[in-house]
């Protein structure tokens, strides 16, 4: 094994959290930085062309093309899980979607940690803080930060009839879902500059670049951490068919993700002792929550045929509307080209029981079977539905000590009789909406699930049969109060036992957030950086 050299800090990931940690931690000119990413550069154009998500999940260039395994709560299949592969992260190849999630999400987070620099009044300046919001300055959002925010550059017809017909089924109506209640239905924000994603590598990481404290390295898949007795010392990692080791003066930060965070630990001997010695990895640090608390959301989709109305299934299908989609782009940087997965978004209750909003809708003028088939040719909108609050629990696990193998990846959706119920009740509000006065004009007819679909039990067997990931894991190295069995992270996402680690990405989270998970992430990152930075400060007087 070859020594790569000694940094201050090693950054593992470089993804939403691991460009925002890059970016703080090298603004300190005494401290060198070094950032290890498994994919490439972020220089592929369907990664700046907003709708180029379609050609970026599933592709080995950006993504890692996980599956689940075989989930009995989705009748037994298997589904793509999407995690970026490519500086930014997720945030190269997401939906753009600007959302913080509720105020009682963060609330609930100070509660369980102990700590109440987690809560929404605290919190809300590390979001204010590196925004740039279209909107202006004010007490909800920020002006000048990195992390642009825009309105969408497209307009449909029909989603804005959908939004009527909510109102008409008693959802008011938002201009802002970020403002720590989201209840409403709007139009979604995204993160998007001048019809052009911004991910955190463009954001964060990139004005970063020249500095000479700071390293980045691509194409490095970690094996393991460095340890000597409960420190940290450094990261084993494998580049151009070689092994190297990067030893770290002060500390290693995991900034992995969901997958990739926990599985590091593991074969790194931090973990369940149990799955450890099942694959003949020592146990150094017997750390039982390594990998549980998995929680994703769920969305589950309803497609309404329509008539006498565009969307993007006829447009797409023809050569002129395909013509017409480019040119506009080209000229103006608008238009379907710019259209991030959801345009309309509404926050509802799926019960008046509910205290603030759980299900989140993702609407599209588009409809098609599953995401890579192509559109439909009939003209149709998509309704997809999350629950926000799942109460089912999954988990995380490697397969092997080899990091070239896909983990084990177990979300166990609709484990639970609560998230089948919400997943019924989510259908039977949109069918709520859909026979309300403002659509009547465009004959909506139920293609998916079928309008013959009405028990529970059938309206849960169609949610096992099309539920698909919003892509939204969290949760699997959770922050907690060192006295719980569970928790991998303090409220310093230091972990617990060990000296010189901390995980800052949203495996953290101990819930999820309700809403979009990638600007939390963000946020995440900022807090970490500012704690991180406190603490070596702290440690000179």
């Given at each position: 094994?070859?020594?790569?050299?000694?940094?201050?800090?090693?950054?593992?990931?470089?993804?939403?959290?691991?460009?925002?940690?890059?970016?703080?931690?090298?603004?300190?000119?005494?401290?060198?930085?070094?950032?290890?990413?498994?994919?490439?550069?972020?220089?592929?154009?369907?990664?700046?062309?907003?709708?180029?998500?379609?050609?970026?999940?599933?592709?080995?260039?950006?993504?890692?093309?996980?599956?689940?395994?075989?989930?009995?709560?989705?009748?037994?299949?298997?589904?793509?899980?999407?995690?970026?592969?490519?500086?930014?992260?997720?945030?190269?190849?997401?939906?753009?979607?600007?959302?913080?999630?509720?105020?009682?999400?963060?609330?609930?987070?100070?509660?369980?940690?102990?700590?109440?620099?987690?809560?929404?009044?605290?919190?809300?300046?590390?979001?204010?803080?590196?925004?740039?919001?279209?909107?202006?300055?004010?007490?909800?959002?920020?002006?000048?930060?990195?992390?642009?925010?825009?309105?969408?550059?497209?307009?449909?017809?029909?989603?804005?009839?959908?939004?009527?017909?909510?109102?008409?089924?008693?959802?008011?109506?938002?201009?802002?879902?970020?403002?720590?209640?989201?209840?409403?239905?709007?139009?979604?924000?995204?993160?998007?500059?001048?019809?052009?994603?911004?991910?955190?590598?463009?954001?964060?990481?990139?004005?970063?670049?020249?500095?000479?404290?700071?390293?980045?390295?691509?194409?490095?898949?970690?094996?393991?951490?460095?340890?000597?007795?409960?420190?940290?010392?450094?990261?084993?990692?494998?580049?151009?068919?070689?092994?190297?080791?990067?030893?770290?003066?002060?500390?290693?930060?995991?900034?992995?993700?969901?997958?990739?965070?926990?599985?590091?630990?593991?074969?790194?001997?931090?973990?369940?002792?149990?799955?450890?010695?099942?694959?003949?990895?020592?146990?150094?640090?017997?750390?039982?929550?390594?990998?549980?608390?998995?929680?994703?959301?769920?969305?589950?989709?309803?497609?309404?045929?329509?008539?006498?109305?565009?969307?993007?299934?006829?447009?797409?299908?023809?050569?002129?509307?395909?013509?017409?989609?480019?040119?506009?782009?080209?000229?103006?940087?608008?238009?379907?080209?710019?259209?991030?997965?959801?345009?309309?978004?509404?926050?509802?209750?799926?019960?008046?029981?509910?205290?603030?909003?759980?299900?989140?809708?993702?609407?599209?003028?588009?409809?098609?079977?599953?995401?890579?088939?192509?559109?439909?040719?009939?003209p149709a909108f998509t309704a997809s539905v999350c629950n926000l609050r799942p109460t089912s629990r999954g988990h995380v696990a490697i397969r092997s000590r080899e990091a070239k193998e896909a983990p084990r990846i177990a979300p166990s959706y609709l484990s639970t009789d609560a998230d089948r119920k919400v997943a019924a009740q989510a259908f039977r509000l949109t069918r709520h909406i859909a026979s309300m006065p403002a659509l009547a004009p465009y004959h909506p007819e139920e293609y998916l699930p079928g309008e013959k679909i009405q028990s529970d039990a059938e309206l849960v067997r169609a949610a096992g049969d099309i539920g698909m990931t919003v892509h939204?894991?969290?949760?699997?190295?959770?922050?907690?109060?060192?006295?719980?069995?569970?928790?991998?992270?303090?409220?310093?996402?230091?972990?617990?036992?060990?000296?010189?680690?901390?995980?800052?990405?949203?495996?953290?989270?101990?819930?999820?957030?309700?809403?979009?998970?990638?600007?939390?992430?963000?946020?995440?990152?900022?807090?970490?950086?500012?704690?991180?930075?406190?603490?070596?400060?702290?440690?000179?007087?």
């Open positions: 094994m070859k020594n790569y050299g000694t940094f201050d800090y090693i950054v593992v990931g470089g993804g939403t959290a691991g460009c925002v940690l890059a970016n703080r931690l090298s603004q300190d000119a005494e401290v060198s930085v070094l950032l290890l990413e498994a994919g490439g550069k972020d220089d592929w154009i369907w990664f700046h062309i907003p709708m180029g998500y379609l050609y970026s999940i599933g592709n080995p260039r950006a993504d890692w093309c996980y599956k689940t395994e075989p989930e009995p709560g989705l009748n037994g299949r298997a589904i793509p899980y999407a995690r970026g592969r490519v500086l930014g992260g997720s945030s190269s190849i997401n939906a753009m979607i600007y959302m913080r999630g509720q105020s009682r999400d963060y609330d609930a987070w100070a509660a369980l940690c102990g700590d109440q620099s987690w809560s929404w009044n605290n919190v809300l300046p590390l979001f204010k803080g590196c925004e740039d919001y279209w909107g202006g300055a004010d007490e909800a959002h920020g002006v000048g930060g990195e992390w642009r925010v825009e309105q969408q550059r497209v307009h449909w017809d029909i989603l804005d009839r959908f939004a009527e017909a909510a109102s008409q089924a008693g959802i008011s109506q938002t201009t802002d879902f970020n403002r720590g209640d989201n209840e409403g239905v709007g139009n979604s924000e995204v993160n998007q500059r001048r019809g052009l994603r911004w991910s955190t590598s463009k954001a964060f990481l990139r004005p970063a670049l020249a500095r000479p404290n700071l390293q980045v390295l691509t194409g490095t898949l970690i094996d393991r951490l460095g340890l000597e007795g409960k420190r940290v010392t450094g990261v084993e990692f494998e580049l151009g068919g070689e092994r190297f080791f990067a030893a770290c003066r002060i500390e290693t930060v995991l900034s992995a993700g969901a997958v990739g965070s926990p599985t590091i630990l593991q074969r790194s001997g931090i973990g369940p002792g149990s799955l450890l010695a099942a694959h003949g990895i020592p146990v150094v640090h017997d750390l039982p929550g390594v990998g549980g608390n998995l929680q994703d959301h769920l969305q589950v989709r309803t497609i309404f045929k329509v008539s006498g109305i565009k969307t993007l299934n006829q447009i797409n299908h023809s050569w002129l509307g395909r013509a017409g989609m480019a040119i506009e782009y080209a000229l103006f940087r608008s238009g379907p080209l710019t259209m991030a997965p959801c345009q309309l978004g509404i926050f509802a209750r799926s019960d008046p029981e509910q205290a603030t909003p759980n299900l989140e809708y993702h609407m599209q003028a588009l409809s098609l079977d599953k995401f890579g088939s192509p559109l439909h040719r009939f939204h894991p969290v949760g699997t190295c959770q922050m907690g109060r060192p006295d719980n069995a569970a928790a991998v992270v303090d409220s310093r996402l230091r972990v617990l036992g060990l000296l010189g680690l901390r995980v800052v990405d949203a495996s953290i989270m101990p819930t999820i957030t309700s809403a979009n998970t990638n600007t939390p992430t963000l946020m995440i990152a900022e807090k970490g950086a500012r704690m991180i930075r406190e603490d070596r400060l702290a440690c000179r007087i």
